[in-house]
């Protein structure tokens, strides 16, 4: 099993909607649903501070009256 903080984004995501899957369909053990549920929060957790992370970062180019373009940060609502 590969150390969540190395990675991608869609590592991350992939392997936790496995384990959600796996957790929705498999009859498994509860201490193999506590284990799977607890790398999923991990997973879900990484994955989240990666998107706030970007959401910092993205830019919109905005043309104004003039045409000029201006450069204004983007923030997602929740």
Not at 6 to 23: G, N, R, S, W
Not at 64 to 70: I, K, R, S, V, Y
């Amino acid at each position: 099993m590969k150390e969540i903080s190395k990675m991608t984004f869609e590592e991350a995501v992939e392997e936790l909607e496995k384990i959600i899957e796996e957790l929705e369909n498999e009859n498994l053990p509860i201490k193999d649903s506590l284990e799977k549920f607890k790398r999923g929060m991990a997973l879900y957790e990484y994955c989240n501070d990666i998107l706030n992370k970007v959401e910092g970062e993205i830019k919109i180019l905005l043309k104004d009256d003039q045409g000029t373009l201006a450069e204004e940060d983007f923030f997602m609502e929740v």
